[in-house]
């Protein structure tokens, strides 16, 4: 390893061609100030509708199309607020920008909501009789009944408007948490075994538990968790607000648990995430089998949480720059049409991405909520192979959103989280597959491999545990009991040895990883990686298997958004996720692969 110091540039010292351009949403933040000011004044619009929608089929016709009006504004202003709030989350005029565009956001939603009584009141006859008066009024069919369904928990109009209030409030642990770990906690340099220092954040910390220097990797593992554990306390302290908060709202939605509340919304049934948990607890001498190996191959005495991301499969590590990234993407992805790479480059050529990390940038990746006039996405690009797959991943998620927004009606064009994982791993799976169809040497092709085990652990067996962890938090905080730091590492810890296995050496310091995982405050949300996972497998395999059919039916799913509930949308991808099937057959896989793996290496 080198001596050198790896330093973090600061935004202004990025290379343009690097990030994302969002001149495209607005051309200044002046302009951003003259839409804020006109988004402010949606909600007195939306409230003179108050008790008038069942007077006509026009007037609730004229209500719906306002409220695509300003759900299109509120996205613009929230959506530019909170991408450039996140290229530096130290930076205060964007997270002032921010913090009122959450603002407008909650007023705006106040009002929506306390329109939502008088829907659901409405009688049946009557709104049947609205579609036929006015045919247009047929466009926010799905979006009517997806609020009747649910009329057992909605309150009355003044009710509504405190529970929306309320909002701006909610999102309070998850913003203090973020701001806490990626602007205000910083972490010494970690060591490598020549004496170099690397500067460590939460976005290079997993990269320098990639490096082969395992003197690197413990030095980095230990200084993070150390330096985290100086912080558990007030970690806690947001985690136990957070499942505060969605208790405040479940109870007065008259849901009996937190789980039922998040899921009910999406239209899931809790017992798919429950039957999650399980099967993959039967499935756990795979993952143990998969750990054993890694410790054989890295031919340590202790297997050691800092070895977990390393490569296992020697001389097969190369650097990936990210222009070889995007050609390789590109020509994995062919199998889905030249309409479906032409938008690939589009979003590649025309600045739709922010690639490498910054001083104070947020960690990690995602595909913005903002699809208009087109998504953008977030990297913290490394030159390896994860990130080479994490482009693939977020750009999946960015189509899908691009796809829904140009075929379904404003108030069908969001897709909910329980599909969001799909077209974002089917694109890792296309991609994998690609690779190791076109590497026949033995070593080359362990390592690829290698590398889909260590996805697939992180991703279903993972993601499962984070799950479960999440479950737990959950049913404690309705149990009545306070989330203090010492409950949550002790019970993470007994996690991560259930998960991991007798071959892993599982510390107090692992112990602490829940006050690094943001996803904690996302409401029952990293579940559905390891469902998406298992839908995405399938979908992948009847692509490459059938060919056009497959792929007409999956470009059909991407287009549909939120027009129906999620079990029925994958089902047009041709995956029945009411049925075991997807998982138990992702599971197998993993089991197979690693069969493979052993006889590679052996």
Not at 27 to 51: C, L, N, Q, R, T
Not at 172 to 197: F, K, Q, V
Request: glycine fraction near 6%.
């Amino acid at each position: 390893m080198s001596d050198k110091v790896i330093t973090i540039p600061e935004r202004k010292d990025v290379d343009a061609r690097f990030t994302w351009d969002l001149s495209s949403i607005f051309s200044s933040d002046a302009e951003w100030d003259k839409a804020f000011e006109k988004v402010a004044e949606y909600p007195e619009k939306i409230a003179a509708f108050s008790g008038k929608l069942s007077e006509n089929a026009k007037t609730l016709l004229d209500c719906c199309k306002l409220k695509d009006e300003a759900s299109l504004a509120i996205e613009a202003v929230y959506g530019y607020s909170s991408l450039k709030g996140d290229e530096d989350t130290g930076d205060s005029k964007y997270q002032n920008m921010r913090g009122k565009a959450i603002g407008a956001y909650v007023k705006l939603d106040a009002a929506m909501s306390a329109l939502l009584p008088e829907i659901i009141a409405l009688d049946d006859d009557v709104l049947e009789q609205f579609y036929k008066d006015e045919p247009e009024l047929l466009v926010y069919k799905r979006s009517l009944d997806k609020i009747r369904r649910r009329k057992a928990h909605f309150l009355s109009s003044s009710e509504e408007q405190l529970l929306a209030a309320a909002g701006e409030m909610a999102g309070g642990p998850d913003n203090i948490g973020s701001i806490l770990r990626n602007a205000d906690m910083t972490y010494p340099d970690a060591i490598d075994a020549n004496g170099g220092r690397h500067k460590l954040t939460n976005g290079s910390l997993t990269f320098l538990l990639e490096s082969p220097d395992r003197v690197l990797r413990e030095n980095a593992f230990n200084t993070y968790y150390d330096r985290l554990g100086e912080f558990k306390n007030t970690i806690a302290a947001t985690l136990d607000a957070q499942f505060k908060q969605l208790r405040f709202f479940a109870g007065a939605r008259k849901y009996a648990t937190t789980l039922e509340a998040a899921l009910d919304e999406t239209e899931v049934p809790s017992a798919v995430y429950t039957n999650l948990i399980e099967a993959v607890h039967a499935n756990m001498e795979s993952m143990y089998k998969y750990v054993a190996l890694r410790k054989k191959l890295l031919g340590v005495d202790e297997l050691q949480m800092y070895d977990v991301y390393t490569p296992v499969v020697k001389d097969a590590d190369v650097a990936i720059p990210f222009e070889n990234a995007k050609k390789t993407v590109l020509e994995a992805l062919s199998v889905l049409g030249p309409d479906y790479t032409d938008l690939l480059k589009k979003g590649f050529d025309e600045r739709w991405i922010d690639v490498y990390e910054n001083k104070g940038k947020r960690s990690g990746a995602y595909s913005s909520g903002l699809s208009r006039p087109h998504p953008y996405v977030l990297l913290n690009y490394k030159d390896n192979l994860d990130s080479q797959f994490t482009l693939a991943h977020e750009m999946g998620h960015a189509l899908h959103s691009y796809h829904s927004t140009k075929h379904q009606p404003v108030n069908c064009a969001d897709y909910v989280i329980f599909v969001a994982e799909v077209a974002s791993t089917c694109n890792e799976v296309l991609l994998m597959k690609y690779l190791l169809s076109r590497t026949t040497e033995k070593n080359a092709r362990a390592y690829l491999i290698n590398h889909f085990l260590d996805q697939f652990k992180g991703t279903v067996y993972r993601q499962t545990m984070f799950a479960e962890f999440e479950l737990f938090m959950g049913r404690q905080s309705e149990a009545g009991e306070t989330l203090t730091a010492d409950m949550l590492t002790e019970k993470y810890l007994e996690l991560n040895k259930l998960y991991f296995g007798p071959s892993m050496i599982s510390d107090d310091r692992i112990g602490l990883e829940w006050a690094r995982i943001p996803h904690f405050f996302y409401n029952y949300y990293v579940f559905q990686y390891a469902t998406g996972f298992s839908a995405a497998v399938a979908i992948a395999n009847r692509i490459l298997s059938e060919g056009e059919p497959a792929v007409r039916d999956y470009k059909k799913f991407l287009s549909s958004g939120g027009s129906a509930d999620p079990i029925s949308l994958l089902k047009i991808a041709g995956v029945d996720m009411s049925s075991p099937e997807p998982v138990d057959s992702a599971l197998s896989l993993f089991a197979e692969l690693i069969s493979e793996m052993e006889k590679l290496v052996g």
